[in-house]
């Protein structure tokens, strides 16, 4: 329901641009949630990196990423972007998108968390090379 793509090798100062792909179904629905993307290194936790809400009402970003990283969305494709610039090599992780339909008064905080999304894509990976 969610196919996420772009990764690949890259070397330090490099850019990427991850795409995710939503079924209909979710898309619907999407304008009542959220969608985002997360990140998870290897020997570590999942990490939040960007979240975008419908017609990009709202965007929000890991503090990790601000200024090098831009979500954006194409609703006539379903799809949703993380434009990657400045990659650097701690950026190198599997890279998930998800996608909720669940809405929050405090959306800052439960968009990044993780067990907010309903939806989840099988990941795509960046390394990047220093």
């Known amino acids: 329901q969610l196919q996420a793509s772009g990764g690949g090798l890259v070397p330090a100062g490099g850019s990427l641009r991850l795409s995710c792909t939503a079924s209909?179904?979710?898309?619907?629905?999407?304008?009542?949630?959220?969608m985002a993307w997360f990140r998870q290194a290897p020997g570590k936790e999942r990490e939040f990196v960007a979240a975008?809400?419908?017609?990009?009402?709202?965007?929000y970003y890991a503090d990790s990423v601000k200024g090098r990283f831009a979500v954006s969305s194409e609703d006539a494709k379903n799809t949703v972007y993380l434009q990657m610039n400045s990659l650097k090599p701690e950026d190198t992780a599997v890279y998930y998108c998800?996608?909720?339909?669940?809405?929050?008064?405090?959306?800052?905080?439960?968009?990044?968390?993780?067990?907010?999304?309903?939806?989840w894509g099988q990941g795509t990976k960046v390394t990047v090379s220093s």
């Open positions: 998800a996608a909720t339909r669940r809405r929050y008064a405090s959306p800052t905080y439960y968009y990044s968390q993780g067990s907010s999304y309903d939806y």
């Open positions: 209909e179904r979710i898309f619907t629905n999407y304008d009542m949630g959220c």
């Open positions: 975008i809400r419908p017609r990009g009402r709202s965007i």
